[in-house]
């Protein structure tokens, strides 16, 4: 994928109540499965007492079965109800992140029981409201796929790598060791440019890995 996309600029929570029961919900950048889950996780021991703690998610897959004929990475989507009636939860803010077309975002609404049913209807809005003013507070941005890359070189060719990375304006931090790394995260469109003029300029003696 190489297209802009929208994601949430930030972590963000809300809280409201609704006839008794409180709903706090929790939304944040995630940029793969792994990180989705991380975060549900410790959304799951920070509220381990509340009824429910539900979540949704849209990040990037990563197995090859799940890319597409053109060889770009799908989207994997995930809702669970987590206890609430069937669809009653989970896929509500999961419909949220589908309406919005942001995607690389994690949500989980916590649910605080407070003694009355409110009904599949009542439950649909109440997830779904909590998905939203979480999105609402934390902001939506657009985001241009990027690449991690670790370009290893020797002392003698660092500034001249370091003056390649400054003048494409990609981010970087660098490791001085026995050999200088640069972590550099670069635009999925720039990357291969990028990648030659660092080639180019140091006669390959470059490493430059995933």
């Known amino acids: 994928m190489t297209d802009p996309y929208l994601t949430v600029a930030e972590r963000a929570r809300i809280a409201f109540e609704v006839r008794g029961s409180e709903f706090i919900g929790h939304v944040g950048p995630a940029s793969s499965v792994e990180a989705a889950e991380t975060f549900i996780d410790a959304i799951g021991t920070e509220y381990a007492d509340a ?28 809702a669970n109800d987590d206890g609430e009636p069937s669809e009653s939860a989970g896929k509500p803010a999961l419909n949220v992140l589908q309406g919005r077309e942001i995607r690389n975002v994690v949500v989980v609404v916590t649910r605080y029981y407070g003694g009355t049913n409110l ?14 003013e979480a999105i609402d507070a934390a902001g939506v941005r657009e985001e241009v ?21 400054e003048s494409a304006d990609v981010s970087f931090e660098a490791d001085y060791d026995v ?25 390959g003696r470059v490493s430059i890995d995933d």
């Open 119 to 132: 009904g599949v209807g009542g439950l649909v809005r109440a997830y779904g409201r909590a998905a939203r």
């Open 51 to 78: 009824t429910h703690n539900v979540p949704a998610y849209r990040v990037p897959a990563t197995s090859p079965e799940e890319r597409s004929t053109d060889g770009n990475v799908m989207i994997r989507e995930y």
């Open 179 to 203: 050999d200088v790394s640069f972590e550099v995260r670069v635009p999925v469109t720039d990357a291969s440019e990028l990648e030659d003029r660092l080639r180019s300029a140091t006669s």
């Open 145 to 165: 796929p990027h690449r991690r890359r670790t370009v290893t070189t020797t002392y003698d060719d660092s500034g001249t790598v370091r003056g390649i990375l």
